[in-house]
């Protein structure tokens, strides 16, 4: 008699199932504000896509520090990415999968190898690039399934860019109770890190080892985080590709971003705080175009300037991984539309560093015209965002307690697909955000480049030291080239290749000159 109860109950339940919607249970997960229907990828990957992090920053909300996501009932549809943020198109490299901008934005997307709740796996949250003014959690290069098939629950996110993101006004400082104003876009980054820290564990994730990670604007965002009293806690470990928050890239103190707003204002002709919060937000993108909107000491999110933070160690206390590429930006982002020649090498130097130009000359030696565009490469690249990476390196590893691994990214890309390798552009090394693709194992998502087996090699090497490091935060693993921290007895940098090794420090002298600019 059990036995024909038990088949009976099978039957039912079969039964229902096919009458009903034809979700698996392990495809739900239940987070603090509802329930979420997922959906599994090709690879058994879950993910979660499009989840309401905060509430929309729309309305009285434009400009204000993000607010908690309100709670829904019933199941949420959670197979689709959602809007990204408002923003004009500027980067071909750019892929999104998003529907289009919104600024409704606020919203993050989840990749678990978990089958369930408990398995405590690692967590890794990508903050994505794009100068503040651009880019989305959708991007193929971006995507978390290769990470999540390494065992490490992947995070990617949305935040305010531009106007929307980055907006200072003395009216916006007067309003908020912390008298503070801008930086609404790194609120919302840290915004998304609590939601991460209180709800991944159901997605089988461990809120207690978390690391973030980020290129470009991203790496920058991944400093400010770790310089913001906020976050402290809310991750265990950093990766720094290509950017941070000191030196040359210093944000500005907020009375500067204030004025920013102010002459923004009062070219559009908006009289009132209320007037801008009035305006549509495809209008607000259009008229900010060109506008400076500066990162600002805001009191709030950041209390001091960065680098005053890290020189006195008040900086999260966590290990890091940071880098940048061999040929960030090229010549011609020093010289211009010059020819590159000797002369107008001497002319660029003159007009940059006029009484100083001899003496950084003998560090960027160019003695003849073949030597230019490599040396004013090198020029170029530390200038815009390299010896600012350097600086979060030296810093961090000089004042807190744990290691500091350093990359030389070098792997050139190939050729386009379908453009003869021999038309393809002259490069002088990697060049910026081109090692995304390999890092998160996503060289398959971009149809673009004509990838070799050298190219699959360098991703297999350079994704597992990272993902050696979000999970023990020590790069090294088996089948590795050893990598030394910068505070070991014999500090070196991993070189990046198909073939990766590590090898003394070559151009400290360059960054400790640059660092006399800024630092004097």
């Known amino acids: 008699m059990k036995k024909i109860i038990y088949l009976y109950l099978l039957l039912f339940c079969f039964g229902a199932q096919a009458q009903g919607p034809a979700y698996n249970v392990s495809t739900q997960v239940n987070t603090e504000n509802g329930i979420l229907q997922g959906a599994v990828e090709e690879s058994g990957v879950r993910s979660f896509k499009g989840i309401p992090y905060a509430q929309p920053p729309v309305g009285p909300l434009r400009w204000k520090a993000p607010q908690k996501a309100k709670d829904w009932k019933g199941i949420k549809q959670a197979d689709k990415f959602a809007w990204r943020a408002m923003q004009r198109t500027m ?69 305010r860019l531009g106007v929307f993101g980055f907006f200072s006004h003395p009216e916006l400082t007067a309003e908020s109770p912390v008298h503070a104003s801008g930086n609404y876009g790194l609120l919302d980054q840290h915004m998304a890190l609590v939601w991460v820290k209180n709800n991944i564990a159901a997605f089988g994730g461990d809120p207690n080892q978390v690391t973030i990670a980020g290129e470009s604007a991203g790496s920058m965002s991944v400093c400010a985080q770790m310089a913001s009293p906020l976050s402290k806690d809310l991750f265990k470990g950093a990766i720094a590709e290509s950017g941070s928050w000191l030196g040359n890239a210093s944000p500005s103190p907020l009375a500067e971003g204030e004025r920013e707003g102010v002459k923004f204002a009062t070219r559009i002709k908006a009289g009132s705080l209320a007037n801008l919060r009035e305006l549509p937000a495809d209008s607000l993108l259009k008229w900010s175009e060109g506008q400076r909107l500066p990162t600002v000491v805001d009191g709030q999110f950041i209390t001091d300037y960065p680098q005053n933070i890290f020189a006195t160690g008040r900086q999260m206390d966590i290990p890091l991984l940071a880098g940048w590429n061999s040929a960030e930006v090229n010549y011609k982002s020093f010289l211009g ?118 190219d699959y090699q360098t991703s297999k090497i350079m994704q597992a030291y990272f993902v050696n490091f979000i999970k023990t935060g020590n790069p090294n693993g088996d089948g590795l080239a050893t990598w030394y921290g910068m505070q070991s007895s014999i500090p070196k940098v991993m070189t990046i290749d198909e073939k990766a090794h590590a090898e003394p420090e070559k151009n400290l002298k360059r960054y400790v000159l640059l660092d006399t600019f800024f630092n004097p």
Request: aromatic share 12%; charged share 20%; net charge neutral.
């Open 91 to 159: 980067y071909s490299d750019m892929v999104f999968r998003s529907p289009g901008v919104s600024e409704d934005c606020l919203y993050l997307n989840v990749w678990t190898p978990a089958k369930k709740a408990n398995e405590k796996l690692p967590v890794l949250v990508y903050i994505h690039g794009g100068a503040l003014l651009a880019g989305d959690g959708s991007e193929y290069r971006y995507d978390g399934g290769s990470m999540a098939q390494k065992g490490i629950v992947t995070v990617t996110l949305n935040y």
């Open 337 to 454: 539309n010059a020819a590159p020649t000797v002369e107008n090498y001497n002319q660029a130097l003159q007009k940059a560093y006029g009484n100083r130009a001899e003496e950084v000359a003998k560090l960027y030696p160019a003695a003849t015209g073949a030597d230019v565009m490599q040396t004013a490469t090198d020029l170029a690249s530390d200038r815009f965002i390299a010896y600012a990476t350097w600086k979060l390196i030296d810093i961090h590893s000089k004042t807190n307690g744990y290691p500091v691994y350093r990359y030389l990214f070098t792997r050139q890309r190939p050729a386009l697909i379908g453009q003869p390798a021999d038309k393809a552009e002259k490069l002088f090394g990697a060049v910026h955000a081109s090692e995304i693709d390999y890092a998160t194992g996503n060289l398959p998502n971009n149809k673009f480049y004509n990838w070799t087996p050298d």
